[in-house]
């Protein structure tokens, strides 16, 4: 029952941000495009890391994960800064960035550090030390694996429907215009 909870808690959650985004959204061409650029960063940086992640098998240590502890959380941010900016959503744009800084990242941080440290043990330990959380180091992590990016992965991690979703309210809040 735990996972339907957390299931529906971020689908509400994505449905109410959705609603507060459009709601008297009047973009420009200008803000639109320059919020543009920064959700396909993130959706690209998040496809790039879905296509990396074997999630509960290893430590995934390569693509984004050898420069970065949380490639999918840091492209979910610049999905959120560029959709508030291309809908010129300055003071939503302040409340998404409020509640990633001060409660959802601490808290995954919390419980996945936690739960991987169990799973993998020291290879997790020297990971978890080695690589930043949300600011990429410019040298990839020394001890990453071979692994080649999979794109059977992108759908099996799930990442395929974030992306239509991504796409389809990209659709809509330019018809907003």
Same mark, same amino acid.
Not at 67 to 75: A, C, M, S, T
Not at 127 to 134: E, H, I, K, N, T
């Given at each position: 029952?735990?996972?339907?909870?957390?299931?529906?808690?971020?689908?509400?959650?994505?449905?109410?941000?959705?609603?507060?985004?459009?709601?008297?959204?009047?973009?420009?061409?200008?803000?639109?495009?320059?919020?543009?650029?920064?959700?396909?960063?993130?959706?690209?940086?998040?496809?790039?890391?879905?296509?990396?992640?074997?999630?509960?098998?290893?430590?995934?240590?390569?693509?984004?994960?050898?420069?970065?502890?949380?490639?999918?959380?840091?492209?979910?941010?610049? *999905?959120?800064?560029?959709?508030?900016?291309?809908?010129?959503?300055?003071?939503?744009?302040?409340?998404?960035?409020?509640?990633?800084?001060?409660?959802?990242?601490?808290?995954?941080?919390?419980?996945?550090?936690?739960?991987?440290?169990?799973?993998?043990?020291?290879?997790?330990?020297?990971?978890?030390?080695?690589?930043?959380?949300?600011?990429?180091?410019?040298?990839?992590?020394?001890?990453r694996s071979a692994q080649r990016w999979n794109g059977s992965w992108v759908i099996?991690?799930?990442?395929?429907?974030?992306?239509?979703?991504?796409? *389809?309210?990209?659709?809509?809040?330019?018809?907003?215009?």
């Amino acid at each position: 029952m735990r996972g339907w909870r957390k299931v529906t808690f971020k689908t509400i959650g994505a449905g109410l941000f959705i609603a507060a985004l459009f709601y008297r959204a009047r973009p420009n061409v200008q803000i639109y495009c320059a919020g543009l650029l920064l959700v396909f960063l993130g959706e690209a940086l998040r496809l790039w890391a879905a296509g990396h992640l074997r999630k509960n098998r290893v430590v995934t240590t390569t693509g984004p994960y050898a420069y970065v502890k949380n490639p999918l959380y840091l492209g979910t941010l610049l *999905i959120l800064l560029g959709f508030c900016s291309a809908a010129g959503q300055g003071p939503l744009l302040l409340v998404g960035l409020a509640v990633f800084v001060f409660y959802y990242a601490p808290a995954k941080k919390q419980t996945e550090a936690a739960r991987l440290r169990a799973l993998f043990g020291a290879a997790w330990t020297d990971y978890d030390r080695s690589v930043p959380d949300y600011f990429p180091r410019w040298r990839a992590y020394p001890l990453r694996s071979a692994q080649r990016w999979n794109g059977s992965w992108v759908i099996g991690n799930g990442e395929h429907r974030t992306a239509m979703a991504v796409m *389809i309210s990209l659709v809509l809040l330019a018809m907003r215009m």
